[in-house]
């Protein structure tokens, strides 16, 4: 007997196809199929995945945003970040992280490492690597656990970079930051890189310079800092954003 091959490919609405088509190209998907009458169908694939879409004049993106989803699981989140935003870089001339299209930064959380891209047409496809460091997740889980700010900004760093609710996150992270001195040092460093890459990404630039001048006058023990790999990067991110406006 004969084994069937299982595959899903998601089919997300647009209203042209040429639009996405060209963003799907330039981030490294190939064109496999593409109808134009009697109805628009285009399908594209990767190595890790294949989807298509279909014509739909009256498709508004703008009402549409986020209910139009795909979670894709892959092997090597960190090769395809890379990839797509090299890709992305070298068609468009610069990453963009708001309006569309737009690829968000690769993101740590409490299941897996993951990043989102979102289309010209709206359709956002989030791509992620399960995390497999037990010892972390465990670690992570009892600091959660026994500290009400520790637990706040988890909280807030989910709403922010797994359900890309920037402005919740960032009336969130607000209210944590009312209560500053209760903070730890290192806590107060990774909710300010976390308050200034949120008003980067709500297009409050002139808030976000202060927040890195907040941040510059914090003095983290150099070991600390050196294990703050993501947040460093967020930072760093964030300052160079700032720099090309």
Known sequence: MTQSINRTVPIFPCRSLEEVMIFYEAIGFKVTYLQTAPYGYLALKHDIA????????????????????????????EAVYEEFITN????????????????????????????????????????????????????????????????????????????????????????????????SKILRAKALIMKADLEVLNEDYEAARITLNQIETIKLHQQIY????????????????????
Request: cysteine-free.
């Open 226 to 245: 050196k294990n703050l790999t993501e947040e460093k990067q967020r930072f760093t991110e964030v300052k160079s954003q700032l720099e090309e406006l």
């Open 50 to 77: 294949e989807i298509s879409f279909y014509r739909a004049k009256k498709y508004d993106n703008n009402n549409q945003m986020y209910q139009v989803q795909v979670y894709i699981f892959v092997d090597d989140v």
């Open 88 to 183: 992305f870089k070298d068609t468009y001339g610069k990453l963009y992280r708001t309006g569309l299209p737009r690829i968000s930064k690769l993101n740590t959380t409490k299941e897996d490492r993951r990043f989102t891209l979102a289309d010209p047409a709206g359709s956002v496809i989030t791509i992620a690597q399960p995390l497999e460091n037990k010892r972390t997740e465990e670690l992570q889980r009892q600091q959660y656990e026994s500290d009400p700010n520790e637990r706040l900004y988890y909280l807030v760093y989910a709403l922010a970079y797994s359900k890309l609710e920037y402005r919740t996150a960032y009336k969130a992270l607000q209210r944590l930051l009312k209560n500053e001195k209760d903070l």
